[in-house]
């Protein structure tokens, strides 16, 4: 297609296709009307000049043909032995009549003929016409000086009864009625001529007219097919561009691109779409870059919300995370500060995972401890535990793999660091929102709960094990992890001691020998907390013999030695202070 139609409106190029076709369908009217009109101008010729004109002519030689049997008889009267004179003035009176009437249809001839060389618009017609015309000329002519002269020798005859002129009339009459009745011929012939030649023209103008639609049919089809092959190029290939470039879009193809190739409304379309994908590409990359310090999650709200972004917190019941890598300082001592860093992030990284993937939110790293909860608006009230957990537990596969690269990190592979980490769950009320100074937030919680997994993850220290968790998240766990019943603790800010927990594995994990350990420890510390010592101490010795190195039977029997020699007295409630 021209260049130039590239910048014009659809709607134009649309009422352009029209206008051709209805230009197209006028020509073909023109031409079918111009035909049809010379076929009618035929036709008119025929039925309203040539066939009157041969009623004429019929009448012109039925009137002639009645003169000349008037002259026979006359000629009959004449030869008879005596001369009738009534019966000749009768004859002469039937010739007058015959002969008025000859003149009167050539009179209607001639009138009707002019008529048709006025009105007349084809020019074989005219001259036929006129030709026709001056034969009729001819035939009255001679006529009038036929019928003159046959009635001056009747009157003749009537006064002198002298009949020799009569013989003389006679041979002039038969010359005249000779010429009269070759040009009778000759016109009929003409006549005849003039309507084969006028059916034949109408079946020329037919067949014009035929040929003619032909040939417009044929470039209407022609234009019609490169109207179509324009619009396929110029209209339907863009839209399948756009639309297989929307599709390579949906499926996260940020580099999808729309080639512009008009000015037109879809090139308009075309250009919106990359300036939408320009935009999108912005806000991924916003995301990229911000989701390595912000949960991906908070910056699509906060790219969503934009507008409407408060500082109004809201209270959400969550599970925290609190993990810190034991004994780090010692570890750092051992590295350059790029060396550091390097451990500090693969560690993160390897810890970060299980969180992501079991959709949690991390809250913030400090150092080497990270803090992430889980809750509502981000995944569901009774999932927010579980998730917790599962997530914590897939800590110490994280870990292993870390120890597995400390070679590559630390540059040495003897005197390696024994890396270990504690995690601490809690769950409770919290404050969620947007917190820090005008030009500076973070999304974030506030609350006791958050102190709680804390002194989770710091009580782990003391006790020897992995992970610690609340009574409140053991509670919400029960039906899909298997945990330990550790101690009473008291936390800050909080006037009763809750029972704290160790997360073992998920249900269904413990070995029976690991079972029975954990109900025998359990039954110890009920023994403990009544102050059975000695049964107590039985539990805790038996617990040793299944599991050499569990560090809380180990810190109970320390604690029962204490306690044997300086009981709490009666209202204990069960703490170690």
């Known amino acids: 297609m021209i260049k130039w139609t590239k910048k014009v409106p659809i709607g134009f190029k649309i009422f352009g296709i029209a206008i051709s076709m209805l230009v197209l369908l006028i020509t073909l009217s023109y031409i079918t009307s111009d035909r049809a009109t010379k076929v009618s101008h035929e036709l008119t010729a025929v039925s309203d000049y040539l066939i009157p004109l041969e009623e004429f002519i019929t009448k012109i030689d039925i009137h002639t043909l009645q003169q000349e049997l008037v002259l026979e008889q006359v000629w009959r009267i004449i030869k008879s032995r005596s001369l009738n004179l009534e019966k000749l003035k009768k004859e002469q009176e039937k010739f007058k009549e015959h002969g008025r009437q000859v003149e009167k249809n050539i009179a209607l001839a001639t009138q009707l003929f002019d008529q048709a060389i006025e009105k007349t618009e084809t020019k074989h017609s005219l001259?036929?016409?006129?030709?026709?015309?001056?034969?009729?000329?001819?035939?009255?002519?001679?006529?009038?000086?036929?019928?003159?002269?046959?009635?001056?020798?009747?009157?003749?005859?009537?006064?002198?009864?002298?009949?020799?002129?009569?013989?003389?009339?006679?041979?002039?009459?038969?010359?005249?009625?000779?010429?009269?009745?070759?040009?009778?011929?000759?016109?009929?012939?003409?006549?005849?001529?003039?309507?084969?030649r006028s059916s034949r023209l109408v079946e020329e103008h037919e067949r014009e007219v035929l040929h003619f639609s032909r040939i417009l049919v044929m470039v209407a089809i022609a234009i019609g097919l490169l109207f179509s092959l324009a619009l396929t190029k110029n209209l339907v290939r863009p839209l399948k561009d756009l639309l297989s470039k929307t599709r390579s879009l949906e499926q996260g193809n940020l580099d999808a691109k729309v080639d512009i190739r008009s000015q037109d409304e879809i090139g308009d379309l075309a250009d919106i779409f990359n300036s939408m994908v320009h935009e999108i590409r912005k806000k991924e990359r916003i995301k990229a870059t911000f989701g390595q310090f912000v949960d991906p999650r908070i910056v699509d709200s906060l790219l969503l919300q934009s507008k409407n972004i408060t500082d109004k917190g809201e209270k959400q019941t969550v599970t925290v995370f609190f993990s810190d890598v034991a004994g780090f300082s010692a570890i750092s001592e051992m590295l350059t500060p790029e060396g550091l860093v390097n451990l500090i992030n693969q560690y993160l990284t390897l810890a970060s995972e299980p969180i992501i993937r079991y959709h949690g939110v991390i809250d913030k790293f400090i150092g080497d401890a990270v803090v992430a909860f889980w809750g509502p608006p981000f995944v569901t009230a009774e999932e927010h535990a579980n998730f917790a957990c599962s997530a914590a537990l897939e800590q110490f596969i994280q870990l292993e793999k870390l120890r597995r690269r400390l070679p590559d990190i630390m540059g040495f592979r003897k005197g390696l660091p024994n890396l270990a980490i504690r995690v601490g769950l809690a769950t409770g009320e919290v404050v969620m929102g947007n917190v820090g100074s005008k030009k500076t937030k973070s999304y974030t919680i506030i609350g006791k709960t958050s102190q709680v997994a804390e002194e989770m993850e710091s009580s782990s220290k003391k006790y020897g094990t992995q992970i610690l968790i609340s009574q409140e998240t053991q509670r919400l766990t029960q039906d899909t992890m298997e945990t330990r019943k550790i101690d009473f603790l008291r936390v800050k800010e909080k006037e009763e001691p809750i029972e704290i927990f160790e997360l073992l594995c998920h249900k269904g994990e413990l070995s029976s020998t690991e079972k029975e350990m954990r109900d025998i420890f359990e039954a110890g510390l009920e023994e403990y907390l009544k102050q059975s010592w000695q049964k107590a101490q039985e539990h805790f010795q038996t617990c040793l013999r299944l599991k050499t190195d569990d560090k809380p039977a180990k810190l109970y029997l320390e604690r029962l030695q204490h306690l044997q020699n300086s009981p709490p007295g009666d209202n204990w409630d069960g703490t170690w202070t």
Not at 152 to 166: G, P, R, Y
Not at 180 to 195: A, H, K, P, R
Request: glycine share 0%.
């Open 127 to 196: 001259i036929d016409f006129v030709d026709i015309r001056s034969k009729l000329k001819s035939i009255e002519q001679d006529h009038s000086r036929l019928h003159k002269q046959a009635l001056e020798v009747m009157a003749s005859i009537s006064e002198t009864k002298d009949t020799s002129e009569f013989k003389f009339l006679q041979k002039q009459l038969d010359k005249e009625e000779d010429l009269i009745d070759s040009y009778m011929i000759s016109l009929l012939i003409l006549i005849e001529n003039f309507t084969q």
